[in-house]
């Protein structure tokens, strides 16, 4: 008889556990953030969805999920179609998302790397076939002056000169846009993510130095395009800046590539003789705007430089690394170590 009791308490304690793990298991949110594509088709039955669903990773028990889907009898509210799940959800996430029929309109993933300028993006888009030729840059190159599209002008625009175009203010990420966007709705979500990454702190601090946002990203827009690594970029922005304060030219080769469209590492005797306001071996201070579009730690290297010695840098054709030298005699002794 007592074996019968035990054997009963057990069962009921392993009964309860159980229960309690289910309900905590429904509720529990995972910490992947991934997005998942996840499809029903029309007809398939709780069983099938409840495979896909941990064939894909999305839940950790086939039992829990069509125990859930029982206990609220949601089977039949299942709505057929595609939805944008990740993995943090929990079970309970899941089936609330599925039932409600918020079906993901069928989007695209988009790249655009930082320092990429309006051609390479509209070369991108229409490789992809995204846009068709001329949609982006059409829109892009437009001045500013002349706006007209039909989303409202950001504010971060006021201070750019009107005979500028679009080039600097479209921020480099990752975007999902729906497969039906246009190229003006494509520049208006690349330019809102540079409107909320140019934040508050940033104006005020741009501000306080007295300079412009659209300064500010002309030179992050060469800074982006001169180094690499976010230390680096630092110090060239406080060596840039230090040599317009003492009235020496910029002299940055990616400048003149941008007036020639070219993008030699070094650039020629007859490129450096161009006669383009983009040409800062020929004219002082900064270009008129930016000459790619600059990522947020180019940004954030314009706004807050760091202070060095030096006045010169060179890249190493082999590594990649940046060599800086206090004045030009040791600048031409490190050309001539690393760049024969």
């Given at each position: 008889?007592?074996?019968v009791?035990?054997?009963?308490?057990f069962?009921?304690?392993?009964?309860?556990?159980?229960?309690?793990?289910?309900?905590?298991?429904?509720?529990?949110?995972?910490?992947?953030?991934?997005?998942?594509?996840?499809?029903?088709?029309?007809?398939?039955?709780?069983?099938t969805?409840?495979?896909n669903?941990?064939?894909?990773?999305?839940?950790?028990?086939?039992?829990?999920?069509?125990?859930?889907?029982?206990?609220?009898?949601?089977?039949?509210?299942?709505?057929?179609?595609?939805?944008?799940l990740?993995?943090?959800?929990?079970?309970?996430?899941?089936?609330?998302?599925?039932?409600?029929?918020?079906?993901?309109?069928d989007?695209?993933?988009?790249?655009?790397?930082?320092?990429?300028?309006?051609?390479?993006?509209?070369?991108?888009?229409?490789?992809?076939?995204?846009?068709?030729?001329?949609?982006?840059?059409?829109?892009a190159?437009?001045?500013?002056?002349?706006?007209?599209?039909?989303?409202?002008?950001?504010?971060?625009?006021?201070?750019?000169?009107?005979?500028?175009?679009?080039?600097?203010?479209?921020?480099?990420?990752?975007?999902?846009?729906?497969?039906?966007?246009?190229?003006?709705?494509?520049?208006?979500?690349?330019?809102?993510?540079?409107?909320?990454?140019?934040?508050?702190?940033?104006?005020?601090?741009?501000?306080?130095?007295?300079?412009?946002?659209?300064?500010?990203l002309t030179l992050?827009?060469?800074?982006?395009?001169?180094?690499?690594?976010?230390?680096?970029?630092?110090i060239?922005?406080?060596?840039?800046?230090?040599?317009m304060?003492?009235?020496?030219?910029?002299?940055?080769?990616?400048?003149v590539?941008?007036?020639t469209?070219?993008?030699?590492?070094?650039a020629?005797?007859?490129?450096?003789?161009?006669?383009s306001?983009?040409?800062?071996?020929?004219?002082?201070?900064?270009?008129?705007?930016?000459?790619?579009?600059?990522?947020?730690?180019?940004i954030?290297?314009?706004v807050?430089?760091?202070?060095?010695p030096?006045?010169?840098?060179?890249?190493r054709?082999?590594?990649?690394?940046?060599?800086?030298?206090?004045?030009?005699?040791?600048?031409?002794?490190?050309?001539?170590?690393?760049?024969?």
């Open positions: 008889m007592k074996k009791l035990f054997f009963i308490i069962i009921f304690l392993a009964y309860m556990a159980l229960l309690q793990y289910y309900h905590f298991s429904i509720e529990k949110h995972g910490v992947n953030e991934e997005e998942i594509d996840f499809v029903i088709e029309k007809g398939q039955n709780v069983e969805i409840s495979d669903l941990f064939k894909a990773d999305l839940i950790d028990s086939t039992l829990f999920f069509e125990t859930y889907i029982w206990e609220t009898g949601n089977g039949i509210k299942l709505q057929a179609g595609k939805y944008i990740d993995k943090k959800m929990s079970i309970k996430e899941i089936v609330d998302k599925l039932i409600s029929g918020d079906v993901a309109r989007e695209k993933t988009i790249k655009i790397l930082e320092g990429w300028t309006i051609d390479d993006i509209e070369n991108y888009l229409v490789e992809n076939e995204i846009t068709k030729p001329g949609e982006f840059s059409g829109l190159k437009v001045y500013i002056g002349d706006w007209s599209m039909s989303f409202a002008k950001p504010d971060i625009l006021d201070d750019a000169p009107s005979r500028v175009d679009l080039e600097g203010y479209l921020f480099p990420d990752t975007y999902r846009i729906f497969s039906s966007a246009t190229a003006e709705d494509i520049v208006e979500k690349l330019l809102g993510h540079m409107e909320l990454k140019l934040d508050d702190e940033l104006r005020v601090e741009i501000k306080k130095q007295g300079r412009s946002i659209h300064e500010v992050a827009s060469i800074i982006e395009k001169e180094v690499v690594s976010e230390e680096d970029m630092a060239v922005s406080g060596l840039l800046q230090k040599r304060e003492i009235g020496m030219k910029l002299e940055v080769d990616s400048s590539n941008y007036a469209g070219k993008s030699d590492p070094s020629s005797y007859v490129d450096l003789q161009i006669d306001p983009y040409n800062t071996y020929k004219y002082f201070g900064l270009p008129p705007g930016p000459i790619s579009n600059p990522g947020f730690r180019a954030k290297a314009a807050y430089p760091e202070e060095s030096y006045l010169f840098y060179l890249n054709q082999d590594t990649g690394e940046t060599i800086f030298s206090q004045d030009y005699n040791e600048h031409i002794r490190n050309k001539n170590k690393y760049l024969k």
